[in-house]
């Protein structure tokens, strides 16, 4: 089993497949897991769905840095991230972090680390689909970036 | 010299273009925006001084004041918003 995979896709994904994969390794006593959902407001009322674009190759490479960056910080078994693109109908999954580790402190942050710079730094871009048809692009917004600021 | 420009998000909708082969004597990011400006309309206002956005060469963030080369792959995007 490759202990630290980035996926980018369109299909949807099982959640509880991709944890099931990370608890089998019996040296990881701690799981965690972050998945971000399709909600029903964004910058706009009535969300009916995304369109998730990416930068192909600049995402992989972001985010296995990303990740890298995590294991020099805390102690990890393994990580997991998919992040889907194209159409997202409301309530489907859009991201998804698993973490593992001998310890939940180091699960737990390298998490929540690797959720706060995926959001600030790789390359996908999100556009809001209302129920009546109209769509826009997400603005990024300051309190992401505070959120990534405070690991330095 | 020759780049491969990469525009993504609200910035291929606004230019009409998700990429372009662009033959330029743009020595720096800098440069380059300056040559792309001069095309006026969208061009002008999306990529004006102090607008929000990225560049990256080769795949990887850099500043504006960061050189080219022949054959680079260049792209321009808005601030990320995934996750």
């Known amino acids: 089993m490759q202990p630290f995979t980035v996926r980018i896709q369109h299909e949807v994904f099982d959640c509880g497949a991709e944890i099931a994969r990370l608890s089998a390794n019996p040296a990881c006593g701690a799981v965690v897991s972050f998945s971000g959902l399709v909600r029903d407001y964004g ?3 009535d969300i009916a769905a995304l369109e998730l674009e990416h930068y192909p190759g600049m995402t992989e490479n972001t985010l296995h840095a990303i ?3 995590a294991r020099e910080r805390w102690q990890l078994q ?3 991230i998919i992040h889907r693109v194209g ?3 409301l309530g489907e999954a859009i991201v998804l972090v698993v973490t593992a580790s001998s310890h939940r402190k180091d699960a737990f942050a390298a998490a929540e680390f690797l959720m706060d710079f995926l959001k600030t730094e790789a390359p996908f871009w999100k556009k809001e689909i209302q129920q009546d048809g109209s769509s826009y692009w997400v603005e ?4 992401d970036q505070h959120a990534a600021g ?3 | 010299m020759k780049l491969d420009i990469l525009y993504f998000a609200r910035l291929k909708d606004s230019f009409g273009m998700g990429n372009e082969q662009l033959d330029t004597e743009a020595a720096s990011v800098d440069e380059l925006l300056i040559e792309l400006r001069q095309r006026g309309g969208n061009w002008s206002s999306e990529l ?4 929000a956005f990225r560049v990256a060469r080769n795949q990887e963030l850099v500043r504006l ?6 054959g680079d792959e260049v792209a321009i995007f808005p601030p990320v918003t995934g996750g």
Do not use: F, V
Request: hydrophobic residues 40%.
């Open chain 1, 140 to 143: 990024a917004k300051a309190s």
């Open chain 1, 78 to 80: 393994a990580a997991t």
């Open chain 2, 65 to 70: 004041d960061a050189t080219l080369s022949d």
């Open chain 1, 87 to 89: 159409r997202l109908a």
């Open chain 1, 43 to 45: 910058d706009r009322q």
């Open chain 2, 48 to 51: 004006a001084a102090g607008k």
């Open chain 1, 67 to 69: 990740i890298q960056q």
């Open chain 1, 150 to 152: 405070r690991w330095q």
